[in-house]
């Protein structure tokens, strides 16, 4: 791939866990020790990512640089941005928070690490080497600035056993680019059924219906007005300590309003996602059996 076409990879690892019990960015599942995120960075790099770049808390590094960074040095391109609970914010100074302000501005966070077209992804989510190769592809192909892309993954294939998890199911037009998504809060498998708990009751929701597991893939035009929208919505919601910046309402508004479009790219390879605790087991088996099968080294970066 052109170094010009290539991606970085942009890893969000400034979320709390709150229902995991713990830094699960930083968790070991692979046979070895490998976190989520070593195995989302060694299939970047095969699919020809030409760098990471993590997002982490600022009280978090010492234990990131331990956990992760120490087993990349010398093998691995990277930089770190860190994202603020309380940043000082343009025009609006810090604002107390217990939280951080989402994860529109998590990648704010790092703009100015980023450099050419980037993939945005969580750091607790195994995604499968297809994602990435399909996304370096789209780099590879398209190069009209405002032309984005998402990658879709099943909703059957995403659910969790332990609990209710948030999914936004990919609302399309005939051509797979994105028109809107719909977030569910509370999705849970029952009877085989994916059920969404909603104020009018329980709705169903077909378990092919592609959603975003936030693995975005952005032309630098999306950056300044990200900025400028997250302005916005501070100005807006200063008083609200819990609101949110989240990227699909940037998303949402650069497609309806500023020409931009976002094609949706269905993956069929395995995701694997650690909400809960209990979720534990099932990831490191499943990544036990790859590597089993020759998918992945046993040691990811020798």
């Not at 996602?273 to 036990?288: F, M």
Request: glycine share 8%; hydrophobic share 40%; aromatic share 10%.
């Amino acid at each position: 791939m052109h170094l010009a076409s290539a991606p970085s990879l942009v890893i969000m690892a400034a979320g709390m866990g709150s229902r995991y019990g713990g830094n699960k960015q930083i968790d070991s599942f692979g046979p070895n020790g490998e976190t989520l995120m070593d195995y989302s960075i060694y299939d970047a790099l095969q699919a020809g990512f030409k760098e990471i770049i993590f997002i982490i808390r600022p009280d978090f590094e010492e234990d990131f640089r331990q956990a992760v960074l120490r087993k990349l040095e010398g093998h691995v391109p990277y930089k770190v941005g860190f994202q603020e609970v309380a940043p000082d914010i343009p025009g609006v100074g810090r604002i107390p928070r217990s939280k951080p302000w989402g994860t529109c501005h998590a990648i704010l966070s790092v703009a100015h690490l980023i450099e050419g077209p980037f993939v945005v992804i969580n750091a607790d989510d195994f995604y499968g080497r297809q994602a990435y190769q399909l996304l370096a592809n789209f780099f590879r192909d398209n190069h009209a600035p405002l032309e984005h892309a998402l990658a879709g993954f099943r909703l059957g294939d995403t659910l969790s056993p332990h609990g209710t998890v948030s999914r936004g199911v990919c609302q399309a037009d005939g051509q797979l680019r994105l028109v809107g998504i719909k977030e569910h809060t509370q999705v849970k498998l029952m009877d085989g059924e994916a059920l969404s708990e909603t104020a009018d009751g329980p709705v169903s929701l077909p378990l092919d219906s592609l959603v975003s597991m936030n693995f975005w893939g952005f032309k630098p035009s999306i950056l300044p007005l990200m900025e400028r929208l997250f302005l916005e919505f501070v100005a807006q919601h200063k008083e609200d300590p819990k609101a949110e910046f989240y990227i699909p309402l940037a998303v949402d508004h650069a497609i309806r309003h500023e020409g931009h479009t976002v094609s949706i790219l269905p993956c069929e390879g395995p995701w694997f996602g650690v909400t809960y605790r209990e979720d534990r087991p099932h990831v490191a088996n499943s990544i036990r059996e790859l590597v089993d099968q020759g998918v992945y080294p046993s040691n990811l970066f020798e």
